[in-house]
């Protein structure tokens, strides 16, 4: 049965540049706004309570934390300014500093902003006279690759350690 481990969450505390962002009182605000709900049933405010219970080992081991879309919103539509957001991020570091498998989509994810500077490759749409489209024949620009300064910001952060 899992157990609450204080440690690990004075850790995620101190990572956190606001210990207010985790004050959180279950409004679900965070929840019934997060993009991730809808595909992913990801629920931020549970990640909030867990957290503040101490259930941070479980977390940080569990995939739930890496289908977040980090889209802000939940931090954005708190009315207590505490952020399932930033809490997941610190999250992920303390799953990255344990070395825990990140799950393939997300790395996946990864290597196509470092190869292609987009996390999905563009995608054809169907218009109103049912053709198939791709971006030229929306007359949209095409995607430029990202310069090589990008890829080399881009795997230094990937190198670093969180502190
Ligand atoms: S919106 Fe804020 S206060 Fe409400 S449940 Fe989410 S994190 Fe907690
Ligand atoms: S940042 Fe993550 S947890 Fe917050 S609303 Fe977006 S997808 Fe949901």
């Known amino acids: 049965m899992a157990k609450p481990n204080l440690e690990s969450r004075e850790k995620i505390l ?13 409004c679900i605000k965070c929840t019934s706004g997060c993009t991730a709900l809808k595909l992913l049933e990801l629920k931020p405010h549970e990640i ?7 259930f941070v080992d479980e977390l940080a081991s569990s995939d739930i934390i890496w289908t977040c879309a980090t889209c802000l919103k939940c931090f954005q ?7 399932p957001y930033h ?3 610190a999250l992920r570091n303390l799953a990255v500093e344990r070395e825990v498998k990140v799950p393939e989509a997300y790395m996946k994810a990864v290597s196509q902003i470092l190869e292609g500077g987009l996390a999905e490759q563009p995608q054809k749409v169907t218009n109103k006279k049912m053709e198939t489209c791709d971006r030229e024949g929306l007359k949209l620009p095409k995607i430029r690759p990202p310069k090589e300064s990008f890829q080399t910001v881009f795997l230094k952060a990937l190198e670093e350690k969180p502190s």
């Open 87 to 89: 809490v997941i991020i």
């Open 14 to 26: 101190t990572r956190l540049c606001d210990r207010n962002l985790l004050n959180c009182y279950l």
């Open 48 to 54: 909030e309570k867990l957290v503040n219970l101490g």
């Open 77 to 83: 539509r708190c009315p207590q300014k505490a952020s």
